[in-house]
């Protein structure tokens, strides 16, 4: 049996996905944890997996049920836009996550423009992981929740180890959750508060939502914070890891900024931010191509193999900005659980890519791709650091 994941080194995909996708788009393989999951990579039955509400995301954390890894956040938090949708914060939540919003755009760009004088002033190398992708997007999530740009660093320590996948419980999981959580919530009657969390705060004062708890309004902001930020920094430092290890995307990037827009949304299918699989809990038993799945078998969706599926995307390991279908890649996910923050994401990168290509128009690694060191057991592919010159 195949163990999975397969590889965490982020400058190739790993050979086992295309031979799969071809062979045995179901197969059987042994998780982290030691379960047997049945792995698709097809473009079409990862679509299909994604759409079918017979296939559960909550009833993955349920007790006895084969998993991917240890859980590193309480059960009850794994379907957590349900939850805030059961809530009804909902509109809140997605209010706040609108790129539109006054100022945002703006501030992203400042922001940006800050990081790079930063970089600049250090001079060469730079670590653009630590030094640009994650501030920036820590920073952005401070704006969004509207806490002190202060409280980044706090929330950010904990994430190294949130979203690790580790086959067994991790003590300093819940320590760190538990200290977020009172941290949060102690921001909550902090006058300074606005944002997302100062609305939730107000909420206190409405009979409606009486049924709030301070530890359920900090929960929001918590993984807000934690999902926002290890998706937007991990994705941004993949596709600058592609642009590094590809001059030709970068250059073309680069040299018609016009099409940036379009090169992220190319971005988003051709890399390999996603160092595992989306899963699913399948409720009954149900026929998935040619294997019969059984009720309570754990189901991964293999985003990798379903954005490089040549049946879905002719040519799928060419970054083609003019590709017509390029917005159909599955990096957002797909049906109930599709990322409520696809635009916030999409233009957070712009920016960022923006920015960085005209600052820094010579950006080049600063050691050979294979020198990279790839974090191990984690739920994003990410290399340590990420340095660069220019």
């Not at 379960?35 to 349920?62: G, M, N």
């Not at 592609?242 to 949304?265: K, S």
């Not at 659980?337 to 005209?358: F, K, M, S």
Request: net charge negative; glycine share 8%.
């Amino acid at each position: 049996m195949l163990d999975f994941p397969f590889s965490w080194d982020g400058t190739r995909v790993p050979a086992e996905v295309g031979e799969l996708r071809a062979a045995t788009p179901v197969r059987r393989v042994r998780t982290i944890a030691g379960d047997e999951a049945w792995l698709v990579s097809s473009y079409e039955l990862c679509a299909q997996v994604l759409k079918d509400d017979r296939f559960s995301l909550k009833d993955t954390s349920a007790p006895g049920v084969p998993r991917q890894y240890a859980l590193t956040i309480p059960p009850e938090v794994v379907n957590n836009m349900g939850n805030i949708t059961g809530a009804g914060l909902r509109r809140a939540v997605m209010k706040a996550l609108n790129p539109k919003a006054p100022g945002l755009t703006d501030w992203l760009r400042r922001e940006a423009h800050r990081l790079v004088d930063l970089i600049v002033a250090e001079g060469p190398t730079a670590d653009l992981r630590g030094a640009f992708c994650e501030p920036y997007s820590a920073g952005m999530h401070c704006r969004i929740l509207g806490i002190p740009q202060t409280e980044a660093p706090a929330f950010l320590r904990s994430l190294d180890i949130a979203f690790m996948n580790s086959p067994c419980p991790i003590t300093g999981a819940r320590l760190n959750w538990d200290r977020d959580i009172s941290r949060m919530a102690a921001l909550l009657d902090d006058p300074a508060t606005h944002g997302l969390m100062g609305e939730l705060a107000a909420l206190r004062d409405d009979p409606e939502y009486a049924h709030l708890t301070d530890e359920m309004l900090a929960t929001v902001g918590v993984t807000l914070f934690g999902a926002g930020v290890i998706s937007t920094s991990g994705f941004l430092t993949m596709a600058l890891v592609y642009l590094l290890t590809h001059p030709i995307a970068r250059d073309l990037l680069r040299d018609r900024p016009e099409l940036i827009g379009p090169g992220v949304e190319e971005l988003l299918r051709v890399n390999l931010s996603i160092g595992d699989a989306l899963p699913r809990l399948a409720l009954e038993d149900l026929r998935l191509g040619d294997v019969d799945v059984r009720a309570g078998e754990l189901v991964l969706v293999l985003v990798e193999g379903a954005n490089l599926d040549p049946e879905k995307f002719a040519d799928p390991h060419r970054f083609d900005v003019h590709r017509d279908n390029t917005a159909d890649h599955l990096s957002f996910g797909g049906g109930a659980h599709y990322c409520p923050a696809t635009a916030l994401g999409r233009t957070h990168a712009r920016i960022a890519l923006e920015v960085l290509l005209d600052r820094l128009p010579d950006v080049a690694l600063a050691v050979p791709p294979g020198q990279l060191v790839w974090r191990t057991g984690f739920m994003k592919r990410i290399p340590e650091r990420l340095p660069v010159t220019w």
